[in-house]
């Protein structure tokens, strides 16, 4: 249901969004989300915005570098990603379900492929 795109090779301090395109009109009113798992490591939770773009929620990492918003007419979310850090890099997913609840991955039940966002430095 959920097609994550946008990803690439970037150097550190340029920008890059990326976009998650629902197919299903059914997410529009659940909580979505950015995850993503660097290379060795777990998988965390990066950004989540509720379906009437209210009430953004960042990482602390990312605060104040990265914006998430989502366009409901498109039935799609974005994570505009600014000032970019080699510890950026990582396969960023985007999640979202009826029990989806901010930071916590596993209260989601729908998860895109993954876009691979590479920062060199």
């Known amino acids: 249901q959920l097609q994550a795109s946008g990803g690439g090779l970037v150097q550190t301090g340029d920008s890059l969004r990326l976009s998650c395109a629902a197919s299903?009109?059914?997410?529009?009113?659940?909580?979505m989300g950015w995850f993503r798992q660097a290379p060795g490591k777990e998988r965390e939770f990066v950004a989540s915005?509720?379906?009437?773009?209210?009430?953004?929620y960042y990482a602390d990492s990312v605060k104040g570098r990265f914006t998430i918003s989502r366009d409901s007419g498109k039935n799609t979310m974005y994570l505009q990603m600014s000032n970019l850090e080699v510890e950026d890099t990582a396969v960023y997913y985007c999640?979202?379900?009826?029990?989806?609840?901010?930071?916590?991955?596993?209260?989601?039940?729908?998860w895109g492929q993954g876009t691979e966002v590479t920062v060199s430095s």
């Open positions: 999640a979202t379900g009826p029990r989806a609840r901010v930071g916590d991955f596993s209260s989601y039940d729908y």
């Open positions: 299903s009109r059914t997410v529009s009113r659940w909580l």
């Open positions: 915005v509720t379906w009437s773009n209210s009430s953004p």
